[in-house]
Each structure stands twice: as C-alpha cells, then as structure tokens.
C-alpha cells in the first residue's frame, strides 16, 4: 500500500538546524512531484517546497527562500527539506505530499519546534 513516511523533525534552537526526510513507497517516487506542507496550530496547511519528477525544478514560499532546500533521491525514493537559520515562526507539523496530477497521497507528519 501507499506510505510515506516523514522523519527528522524535533525541538531545535533558533538559527538552528534540522533535515526532514520522507521515504515512499507503494507508488513510482519518480513519476510525481513531491512537496513539503507546514501546518501549524490554528493555520491552514501551506505549501513550503516543492520539486519536480526529477529534480530539476524547485519551488520554495517567500518565507522561506534563502533558508530551506529541497531535494530528491529517485533511487532511494526519498525527497528532503534542509532547514537552516530556523526561526520560532516556522514552528509546524511538516509534511510531506506526492503528485501526479491524478493521485494526492500525504504522510502522517512531523513535529518541528523551534524555541529556545
């Protein structure tokens, strides 16, 4: 069946540092875009980064550009979110989403909590 599976998050400083991870499978990891979500308490869910099929395309929300980086590994049906210079307001369960135009499929997320 289909899975993906979020790691990585945690309690971290401000201007501190953390890399997500979500593995896939159950579906062909380089046959969708792959993006990362954030929701945190009382917001809606918002997109943070996104990448092409084969990486060669990234996408990133203004409040991010400059800190985060996006990246893929279609051999180890991976994609990745390296967060740096963190700051309290980017505190959020993040998740991780896969796209292919027909099918929508989501991990069950992971706590990231920046405080000092």
């Known amino acids: 069946q289909v899975q993906l599976v979020e790691s990585g998050g945690g309690l971290v400083q401000p201007g501190g540092s953390l890399r997500l991870s979500c593995t896939v499978s159950g579906f062909t990891f380089s046959s969708y875009a792959m993006s990362w979500y954030r929701q945190a308490p009382g917001k809606e869910r918002d997109v943070v980064a996104a990448i092409t099929r084969a990486g060669g395309t990234t996408n990133y929300a203004d409040s991010v550009k400059g800190r985060f980086t996006i990246s893929r590994d279609n051999a180890k049906n991976t994609v990745y979110l390296q967060m740096n210079s963190l700051k309290p307001e980017d505190t959020a369960v993040y998740y991780c989403?896969?796209?292919?135009?027909?099918?929508?499929?989501w991990g069950q997320g992971t706590q990231v909590t920046v405080s000092s």
């Open positions: 989403n896969a796209w292919d135009g027909r099918h929508d499929y």
